[in-house]
């Protein structure tokens, strides 16, 4: 059965775990070829990069740090060289420190913005340059919930971080939209990835996920899964009308701090 994502090229950033492991299988599945990216987990990439070709479609690993313009564009280059086009981009990479603005380190709120907003302009600047060619492309940048304004604290700095994203989105839309480029962003609300994971002990994993289920109407946790299914009708030509747009994915969370336009 044809897949809806067929003949597509696919950049996923950061897609070595979590989301962006999730998407860039979710795209494999649907017959797109993917482009792997990663910055330290070498073979994760390689199990993803695995998984993808037991499904019968072809995928690269392109090791590249998207802070920096040089590896952006080389990440770029790697996926139009060796499959002749870029048609999808996700913009998944990101990195959070929690902190309040008092104590939050200079040099981590530095690093979310070189990684979560520079390293996404970078992509997009270096993808755009084949998409305005060919007047085709999809740009699907993961935001959060976070920049919409939740209840949650020690996440304000990272929240600002997404909250540009959410701004270039519209932006870019606008921008691109003459070229029949869509650009379209997901916010997905807390998802328990590895990066949540790592420190805690199971018994106050547990606690915090009872307690994040009691702020969302369908009480439960969401799974990266949940989050590559909305990006692959994105990237799909289902989505052909649809640019500017944050689609949030929460599960119906209740605890933000405003729900005023």
Not at 49 to 58: D, F, K, P, T, V
Not at 162 to 167: G, T, V
Request: aromatic share 6%; net charge neutral.
């Amino acid at each position: 059965m044809a897949g809806r994502l067929n003949g597509k090229v696919a950049v996923v950033t950061g897609s070595s775990r979590g989301i962006g492991k999730a998407i860039a299988l979710e795209f494999a599945r649907e017959g797109a070829k993917v482009c792997v990216n990663y910055i330290a987990s070498e073979d994760r990439a390689r199990e993803v990069l695995n998984e993808i070709r037991a499904y019968g479609s072809e995928a690269i690993m392109v090791r590249a740090d998207i802070s920096k313009p040089d590896d952006a564009r080389r990440l770029i280059e790697a996926a139009v060289n060796i499959f002749g086009t870029i048609d999808v981009l996700v913009n998944n990479a990101a990195i959070m420190y929690y902190g309040s603005i008092m104590d939050l380190k200079d040099e981590e709120f530095d690093r979310m913005i070189d990684v979560n907003v520079k390293g996404t302009i970078y992509c997009c600047r270096e993808a755009v340059k084949y998409m305005v060619m060919k007047r085709y492309g999809k740009i699907i940048n993961i935001a959060s919930t976070a920049a919409i304004g939740t209840a949650s604290h020690g996440t304000t700095l990272y929240a600002l971080t997404k909250a540009a994203i959410i701004a270039l989105t519209k932006r870019l839309a606008f921008e691109l939209g003459e070229y029949g480029i869509n650009v379209n962003a997901i916010a997905p609300s807390f998802v328990p990835t590895d990066m949540f994971v790592q420190g805690k002990s199971e018994e106050e994993l547990r606690e915090i996920l009872e307690k994040r289920k009691a702020t969302i109407s369908l009480r439960r946790i969401a799974s990266p899964e949940d989050i590559a299914r909305v990006a692959v009708f994105l990237a799909s030509d289902e989505s052909s009308y649809i640019t500017g747009q944050v689609i949030v994915v929460d599960g119906g969370r209740i605890d933000y701090l405003t729900h005023s336009l």
